[in-house]
Structure formats: C-alpha cells, structure tokens
C-alpha cells in the first residue's frame, strides 16, 4: 500500500464559524421514523431497511411502519464485548465485480460476513483490521471496480471482490469509518473514496492509486460520509435520507425534497452533537461546509440513502390452484355368449306285434291276424345353459396441459426532462435473468397512462415522446411507471423509477436560474445602508421551449409567490459601496415583472458591515446570491 500526501484545498469551518452563522439554512424537514435501542449501523434501500446492533450479534430488518424483525445472527466476535457492525447491500452495478444484487454484507472487526437464509457465513477476512468500527461501502461509480470498499479503525483502506478476495488500497495511519465513493462529478476529488476521522473532526480521501489527502473536509466529532442522489429514491414510499441517533435510540428521515439541487453532492454527519454538514461542487469551487441539519442533542451514529442502486425484491408469486380434470367414463361391453338351444325331440319307434291264431274244423273263415304296430315316441332333450352379457366400465381421465408462467422482472429506468416539454422512458423486461422480446409494456408518468412500447430483443421497451404537460418541476421518485399484463407464458409484473422534470435554456438576453443584474452573481454587490432604499432582487426561469414561466406554481417551491432566505450573515471585511439602492416600495413577496420574477429587498433591515448569503427556493433547486452592506 502507498501514501501520498498532496495539496489541497482545505473545506473548514471552525467551532467558531459555526457560531456566527444566523438564520435558516436549508429548509430540512426530518421527522421520527421509528425508536429502537442498542443499535448502530443502518442501511435502506427502496424494499429493505436493516440494522445492526451494538450489544449483541443480532442483524435486524425494519418494515414500512417501522416495526422491527430479526434477520439473522452474526457469529461471535473473536474479542468479547460490544463492538460497531455496519451493512451494506449489493447494487447493481457490483455484478460486474461478480457480486450477486441484493446480497448482505455486515462487518465485524476483520471479519466480512454474507448474510443468507437467516444466517451468516465468513464472506471475505480483512488482515490487520482493528476489532471496531469497520466501515462498509460498495463503489458506485466504477473508480474501484464497483468492488467493495471496506475501511478499517486503524486506517486501513481495501477492496473486495466478488469472490470475498481483499486488496489493499492504502494505509492513513488514521482513525476510519462511514467511507463513500463520490461521483466523478464531485470536482478533483470525484471518484474516490472519502472517510470520516471523529477522532480528528477530518474527512480523507483515498484515490485509487493509494493517494490520500487529510483534512479535505473539517467538521467536528465527523461520523459518515454520504452521497446525496441525483434523483433521491425512497424507502417504502416515505423518507430518502436516514441517521440514528444513537443516545435516544431515535432513525429519523428526511424526504426526497429536502435535496432537491443538491445531487451529486455529500453530506457529513457527525456523532458529537455539530449537526450535518453539506459540501458541493459548483463546477468550479467547493462550497461548505454548510450546516444542512441539526437535530437538537443527535449523537449521529448509521445514516443512509435509500439506495437506488439496489433494486426492490421481486414478490414471490402466489401459486393459482389448478383445476383437477373431471375422468369421463368409457364403457367398454365384453360380452360372452353361452346359447341355450331349443329343445329338439327326436322320436324313436318301436313296433310290438302281437299274433293269435285259432284253427277251426269247419270250414269256417278265419281272419287273418292283423298285426297292430303301436308307436311310443321317447322324447330326449339337451339343453345347454344360458347367455349372460357382462360389460366392464374403464374411467380414463385425459387432463388438459396447463402451460408453465414463468416469473418476470420489470426493471424501470429513471427518466428527466424540461417543463412543458416531453420525457423518453424505458423499462427492461426479464425472466429469471434473460431478455423477454416482443411484449407490450404500458407506461405512466404520476399514474396517468402515456403509451406503451413493445420489448426489443434485449428485453428493452422505449417510450419516446412522453409528454409532460401538467407536471411541475421536481423530483418525483415514482413518477414514471411501467407494467406487462402477463401472458398465457409469463407473469404480470410492473416498477417505478424517478422522475426529474427541470427548467429549460432561456432563449433572451437573461440567463435563467442565476440571480440578474443589479446583483452581481459572482457575489461582489456592496450596497449601502440606508432608510428608504431597496435592492431590487431579480430572477427568471424558462420552459422547454426557452419563454420565461409566468406561472408561481411552476417557479417557487410553494407556489405563490416565494420567498428570500437568510443562509449565512457573516461579519468581516466589506468593501466600499459599489452599488446604488433603489428607492422603491419593499415588497412581501415576488411579482412578475416583465419577463422576470423580483422581489425589493429593503436594506435598513441589513446590518452594515456584514455579508450576507440569501437562497431563493424554487420548484426546482434554488438560486443563492450574495450581498454585503456597509
């Protein structure tokens, strides 16, 4: 393993910083998810929320009500005690490290275990870890393999494979925990892994040459490193982002608006009270960090994304009775035939003669004998005995063949485009892991059916053309729908996916979502402070076709009519008035004038020698914009 310390730019924000930040900064609104006790790491996916716990080896899974289950137990640890047990679950994109989606992973000191069946097995053996506070991630975006990321207290870095192979990464020297792979996206640090050090109130990142680099980010008693999606998924249609406060055994959950804009960027959560910071990338610039939340009294210990990389379990089908076949009966008749004949008489003669002569002197005349036959007929029968028909029924039964429906998976793509204009959606349809061709796949943008496509030989169904009328800017995280009714071979099946619906290219003179003249945008307007002046704040946004939006519905975040927010007042060097107030009625709220939104902001109720930083929240991100006053 090498280490190589390089320079950087330091992300800080002192103790004393905090403090002087006033006003709200960024309109986070968690709320109690559910309560348990005696646990740690946490992990979420859209179908699956698991956590670990501190005192015993038990792997617990939450349902969508917050009620909690066993899962499974982890073997004992080598050394007795409590001990630190995160999970991860592996995404998609991980089966191409030989990974198989949606299997668990926990950590325990050296130890790696796949979770299965409702049981644990040694999955991979990390040398030299410490006994606590393994961290655990898989490589979403490719830096790395997709391989997993496991982090260890003493400050080892590694990756596992698919067959549970380690490979050193680098050795910090430091104290590790709650590690991330940022998005290529995320300046010159994209594409690494960044870690959390409570000990030292740091952020490192390791690149995957071994290179590190300390102190990237500053922030006190730093538990975890997350990234905030692109288009954040939930879990069980509630919240997107979750932490455990570990003192009050409380998860809260934040919703998917709480980061609208703020994709691609991280979040750092820290388990000393300081609250959740936020760090972003502007193109050019890092920004932060930046106070995003602070629960009042949170020892943050596990937080976690909904991951929408881990797609949701299939249901297992329930079977459909199948009809027994009713036998139909074919009679077969053998007959055996015995004849009794008619009795036949044969007769037999038998003739008896019987002779008497008498002699007489005289000539008398004698008669002559006569001989009488007398015939007696002996009448013999033979009878032979009687004919019996005897038929033998034989049931054969000849079921009808019940074709096999073979399971099917409707994996939907998340889909993005310009208010008033049209959105392309696509939906992969499979069975038992090959491409099912040629079916009808019906699809829906916020339920309201838009057309359908037919599978190509992939398994790949392409809507073109959706169009958007109707829908708001925003991040819909079910927004597009997709379904296959089921056929005579395959199950019926459907899936949802984020929807992302932005502001378009203006086509005039003024750039949509900056903030306008007279306010510079690169933050260099120094107003003077006076009684009856206003600095006219002012702003535009376009649809797909590049005309401004007339409609508060589609522009602010709670339609009409918007509002200014105070992020940060920061006292210090203010430099002399560049600019000229305008004497005009403060408003409450923006009004449409033109082709822009403005809104005259009144200086008297600024404090000179302070700079201030204002955010416009719109349907969709917002705009910040700068100001001092002297």
């Known amino acids: 393993m090498k280490t190589k310390i390089t320079l950087r730019t330091k992300i800080t924000l002192t103790i ?60 004992d640890p080598p050394v007795s005690g409590c001990a630190e047990k995160y999970a991860a679950i592996a995404p998609s994109m991980s089966t191409s490290a030989g990974f198989t989606v949606r299997d668990i992973f926990v950590t325990q000191g050296t130890a790696v275990y796949k979770v299965a069946g409702g049981s644990a097995g040694t999955f ?23 391989n997993m990321i496991v982090t260890c207290q003493n400050g080892g870095v590694w990756q596992v494979d698919g067959n549970g192979n380690p490979t050193p990464i680098a050795d910090t020297g430091t104290y590790l925990e709650g590690p991330a792979v940022v998005p290529l996206s995320f300046g010159p ?35 975890g490193v997350t990234v905030i999606p692109s ?105 055996t035939a015995t004849f009794t004949p008619t009795a036949t008489a044969t007769a037999t003669f038998t003739p008896t003669a019987t002779a008497t002569a008498t002699a007489t002197a005289t000539a008398t005349f004698t008669p002559t004998a006569t001989a009488t036959a ?47 204009g049209t959105v392309n959606l696509s939906a992969t349809l499979t069975s038992s892991g090959s491409p099912v061709s040629g079916k009808t796949i019906n699809f829906t943008l916020n339920g309201n059916p838009v057309g359908s496509a037919t599978t190509n030989g992939s398994g790949v169904a392409t809507k073109t053309g959706a169009s958007l009328s109707g829908i708001l800017p925003g991040t819909y995280p079910s927004g597009v729908g997709a379904s296959f009714a089921g056929d005579s071979f395959y199950s019926a099946s459907s899936g949802t996916a984020s929807l992302t619906v932005t502001y378009g290219t203006c086509i005039g003179t003024d750039p949509g979502g900056v903030i306008l003249p007279p306010i510079n945008a690169d933050g260099s307007s ?38 200014i927010t105070v992020l940060t007042r920061m006292r210090g060097t203010v430099n002399n008035v560049n600019e000229s107030g305008i004497n005009d009625i403060p408003d409450v709220a923006f009004h449409l004038v033109g082709n822009h939104w403005q809104f005259n902001l009144v200086t008297t109720n600024l404090d000179a020698g302070y700079t201030y930083t204002f955010q416009i929240n719109l349907k969709y991100g917002n705009i910040q914009f700068t100001v001092a006053v002297k």
Do not use: M
């Open 189 to 223: 640090l994209g594409g690494q892994i960044l870690a959390a050090d409570e000990n030292n109130g740091q952020v490192i990142a390791i690149a995957s040459d071994g290179t590190v680099t300390y102190h990237v980010v500053d922030w006190y008693g730093a538990e």
């Open 16 to 75: 004393a910083g905090l403090l002087a930040l006033t006003g709200i900064f960024y309109a986070a609104n968690p709320t109690q998810f559910t309560s348990v006790t005696n646990s740690v790491g946490i992990t979420s996916a859209p179908g699956t929320f698991l956590v670990t716990e501190y005192c015993s080896q038990n792997l617990d899974k939450l349902d969508c009500l917050g009620n909690l289950s066993f899962l499974a137990a982890i073997p």
């Open 124 to 146: 991979a053996t990390i040398p030299g870890c410490a006994d606590d506070h393994t961290g655990i991630t898989f490589d979403h975006v490719g830096t790395f393999g997709y």
């Open 374 to 420: 007398t015939f007696t007929p002996t009448a013999t029968a033979t009878a032979t005995a009687t004919a019996t028909a005897t038929a033998t029924a034989t049931a054969t039964a000849t079921p009808t063949p019940t074709p096999t429906i073979s399971p099917t998976t409707l994996t939907v793509a998340p889909a993005s485009g310009t208010y008033g």
């Open 231 to 335: 288009a954040p998924c939930t879990f069980c249609s509630g919240g997107s982002f979750f932490l455990l406060a570990e003192n009050s055994g409380t998860i809260y959950q934040y919703p998917p608006t709480d980061f609208t804009g703020l994709g691609g960027n991280i979040l750092v959560t820290s388990e000393y009270g300081a609250g959740t910071a936020l760090i972003t990338f502007d193109g050019t610039n890092y920004n932060g960090p930046t106070f995003f939340d602070n629960i009042p009294g949170a020892l943050v210990e596990g937080s976690s994304f909904a991951d929408c990389d881990v797609p949701e379990p299939t249901p297992t089908p329930t079977p459909t009775p199948e009809e027994s076949p009713t036998p139909t009966a074919t009679a077969t008749a053998t007959a």
């Open 526 to 563: 120094v107003y003077k402070r006076q009684g009856g002046s206003t600095i006219p704040v002012k702003f535009t946004v376009c649809d797909a076709n590049g005309n401004p939006i007339s409609d508060p519905n589609a522009v602010f975040l709670n339609g009409c009519c918007g509002s």
